[in-house]
Structures are given as C-alpha cells and as structure tokens.
C-alpha cells in the first residue's frame, strides 16, 4: 500500500470518538459511566476519552460471552461458515487499513509504516492464517482393541480472556483472537488503556463481518480494575496475557483464587544479539542489530537489546551500528519524513530515561544517543541509545528497558557467549550471526530461549510459534499450536 501524506494527514485531523465498551453487539459506556482521558504520545494533549470499566462491565461481558457460547451459535456452527466469517473480517480490517494504523499511531506513538504493516495488515493475515485452518484439523482414533471405539475430539474452552499490551495491540490481540474464535470459543478483549482505540473498532468490524452478538466483546479500563476483574472471574476458562512479569504473576495468583483458570502468559525479555567474526554479512548484521532495537522505539517484546559482540570486531561492528542509529529520524509518527514515532506514554520515557542514567551512574559508556528529544512539543520521543562497556551486574544488562536503549559488551569464547546470553531471567527471543552451521546448531541448542533466529532478526512469521521460557512466560501464539491453548481434549471410549 502507497502511503499518500495528505491523505494521513487528512486522517489525523479527523475527530475521535469516544472509545466505549462492545458488548452483545453493542458499543456501551460504562456501567457507572466513568471514562479515563486518552492522551496522545505525539504532543501529549487528550485525544478522547475511554471507558473507565470496573467488575460490573467485566461480569456483564462474561455472562454474555458464557450465553453466547453456551446458545452454541458460534462453537457449533459448521466450521466452514466460521471460516467464512472470520475471513470477511480480515477483508475488513484491510479495508480499513491506513485508517486503522492513523488511529494506532495517535493512540501508542508507533510509526506510521510500522503501523501500518505491524498492525492491522498483520492482523488480517494472521486472521486468515486461522480461518483456513479450522476446517482441516480433525479428531483422532487410538489404536485399541477390535470391540472398542477410541475416540479424541478438540473441543472449544468455553470462555477465553485476553488482555492485550499497548505496543503492537492488533498484531498481538489478532494471534490470541484469532485462534480462540476459529476453535469455537466466545471471548472477552480487555485491550491496554494506553491503546485501545483500534481495538475496539476490529471488534466492532468483527460483528459487521457476522460474528454473532456476544461471541467477541471488548472492555477498556484500568489494569487494577477490568484486568484484576477477569483474573479473578469464576467463569473465565483460559486467560491469554501478554505484557509484564509483575502483571503476569498477579494474573496467576488470581487464577489460584479463582476457578484455576489456565493462564497464558507471553512476558519480557532481554535478548540476545551474539555476532561472531564470521557473520556472513557485517553490514547487513549491523542494519539489523539497529532495526532490532530500535524499531518501534525499542518497545517489542522480542527486541534485542543486549548486543554481544566478538572482542576483534567489536568497535568496528558498533561504528556500523552508530551509523544507523544517528540515521533514524525520530519524531512525529504520522510524517513520512520520520523513520521513529515517539514513546507510548510518559512513563514509558521516564522509564527509558532512568535506565540511561543509571547505566552510566554503573560504569557503562555512552556511545550514542541517551537523551529525550523534541520535549517542546509535548510529545514522548527519545534518542536511540548504544551504551557500550555492559557488565552483568549492571542493571542494564538483566531488566527490561521496552525503550531504543542497546547494551553493548564484547565476548571472547563460544562458551562465554553462550553463559552471558543465558545470564538473565528472561528466555523469549535470542539471534545469532555466524556463517558456521554447526556454530549455529551448537547456539541454538544451548542457549535458552523460545526462540533462536540465524542471520536473521525478526524474519518469522504466523506459521512460526512465539513463546518464551524461564520468566518469559508459557504457551505459544502464532502457528497451529496457538489453538491448543483455546481447546480442549475430550477421549470417548466405546464398548462395541
């Protein structure tokens, strides 16, 4: 899709409605009408406002979603109609591409290229991807004696809850809504309020594509309040999370308060990007290496922040990096003269900047970048950021910045690379740059992470599992083994 900057611009002038819940097919406010105020990343004046929801709209949504479900308009209707729903919902979302990703970008900051391919374009594949696959799975027959019949059936949960981050949310929100609806099940979306605006608009899409009343319904609001309401509801069957480690342990101890509900949790991470002498490509390395960490300000959650280099290369490898970091061009999300958008929220860059500071107060070297940017215009935009001289016991070099900050240290052996990029307690994400095969292999088994990606960065796609290990959390989106989250086994055993 050409991208026109009247057009966006056009787009961005347009009013925003206020963002409501969607329940039963309906937008609604709030049950006590409280709403919270949206506030723009790009110059840091409100948007709209946003439903402020609490337990009474999170038992609201379930009951509706439970009846749904249990009416069995939805989880028994012939999966090639539910194909067909689900694929009309992706032509929507199409459709509506570039006004999805302009009201993204005003909503979370993101670039708007990045915006535009990262979110609602990867939400409609990613809506297809399952949409094929439900009518070409089928049960099981075990091998059994002559007089019985064994039988395995993949049945839907019931009612699954999904709560969804404030970087990528309809890139995300599409790997766990997509499979949940194509196994059968109705689900309730609690979107971040730092981003829930195109959220609530694909669901809304979703009804118009036929998705019955109450099988998809969406409720914004604070985390303390809906996401501690869904944690604790005795009607949830499976809860899909992804974001922060603290956030994910509360929504575990909440599924131990409750109806032990399963939960799936896709967390932090501090990936690892070892580059050997021998990388097929430098330059390409380098490009990459920057593009890991500094697309979308660094807030991806496979974003390979700590950069570990062989010792003979290692300040030749980080000049190439400097280059394409001083090249990006930060600031407003929606100008296509710009490369980066800003920071989601004021947090995020106070977050960002702490860590700078502290890094340097530790005995780190700033390399490049390290200070906000454009604080005139209100908006949240940052420097992309190289420290170099990272030990592991700085702060830098084991917790999560979800900022453009890159923390660089050199490496000497094989096995030091391999115990500094297993040093941490995150296991999402890890890539490695070798032209050496078996070196690979030999990487990829050891080090310990979801996934490993070989002279590539971020070159897998919905056919590929996403899933960490260690602190990173458990279960996989993406690929077909994203649905066994949202199913169930059931085994008949028959007496013939």
């Known amino acids: 899709m050409t991208l026109d900057q009247s057009r966006i611009d056009e787009l961005r002038a347009q009013p925003v409605a206020p963002g409501q819940n969607f329940i039963d097919g309906q937008s609604c406010a709030a049950s006590d009408g409280a709403v919270m105020p949206v506030i723009s990343p790009i110059d ?14 999170v038992d609201r949504a379930v009951a509706t979603a439970r009846h749904a479900f249990d009416a069995g308009h939805w ?30 970008a005003r909503d979370n900051g993101t670039d708007i290229r990045s915006a535009l391919k990262g979110e609602p374009l990867s939400a409609a594949q990613t809506i297809r991807f399952y949409a094929e696959a439900i009518d070409k799975r089928n049960g099981e027959i075990t091998p059994t004696r002559s007089d019985v019949l064994s039988l395995i059936d993949r049945e839907p ?18 790997w766990k809504l997509a499979p949940a609806l194509a196994a059968g099940n109705s689900v309730v979306i609690k979107p971040s309020e730092e981003a829930s605006l195109s959220t609530l608009r694909i669901v809304q899409l979703a009804h118009e594509a036929g998705v019955p009343p109450g099988v998809l319904n969406a409720i914004t609001g604070r985390g303390i309040d809906v996401g501690a309401a869904m944690g604790l509801h005795m009607d949830i069957d499976v809860l899909a999370f992804t974001g922060s480690g603290g956030v994910g342990r509360r929504l575990m101890e909440y599924s131990a308060q409750s109806n032990l509900k399963r939960v799936y949790l896709e967390l932090g991470g501090k990936s690892p990007n070892i580059v050997f002498p021998d990388a097929p490509d430098l330059d390409r ?43 990006l061009r930060v600031g407003d999300p929606l100008d296509l003269g710009h490369s980066t958008g800003a920071l989601a929220n004021a947090a995020q860059l106070n977050k960002t900047q702490s860590a700078v500071s502290r890094a340097l107060k530790e005995g780190a070297t700033l390399w490049t970048g390290g200070h ?89 796609d ?23 989250k949202y199913e169930n086994l059931k085994a008949t055993w028959i007496q013939l």
């Open 44 to 57: 840091g004046t409100k948007l709209t406002d946003l439903a402020a929801s609490g337990t009474a709209d």
């Open 75 to 104: 989880a028994e209707m012939a999966p090639v109609e539910r194909k067909r729903i689900l694929q009309k919902w992706a032509d929507l979302i199409e459709a509506q591409a570039l006004e999805l990703a302009v009201l993204g």
């Open 157 to 174: 949960v019931g009612v699954v809850g999904v709560i969804t981050p404030w970087n990528f949310p309809l890139m995300i929100g599409a």
């Open 285 to 327: 390395a380098a490009a990459e290496t920057a593009a890991s960490i500094f697309r979308n300000n660094g807030q991806v959650c496979v974003a390979a922040s700590r950069l570990i280099v062989h010792r003979d290369i290692h300040d030749d490898f980080l000049a190439k990096v400097r280059e394409h970091a001083v090249a």
């Open 372 to 460: 906000q940017l454009h604080a005139d215009s209100g908006g949240f935009y940052h420097e992309p950021t190289v420290l170099t001289g990272v030990t592991s016991t700085m702060d830098i070099a084991q917790n999560e910045v979800f900022g453009p900050v890159l923390a660089a240290r050199s490496f000497e052996t094989e096995d030091e690379a391999v115990t500094i990029a297993n040093e941490t307690v995150y296991g999402l994400s890890s890539v490695v740059w070798s032209r050496d095969i078996s070196r690979a292999h030999r990487m990829s088994r050891r080090i310990k992470s979801g996934t490993v990606q070989v002279n590539c960065f971020s070159g897998a």
């Open 462 to 484: 919905v056919t590929s599992p996403l899933g960490g290990v260690k602190q990173s959390g458990n279960g996989s989106d993406r690929s077909l083994h994203a649905l066994e």
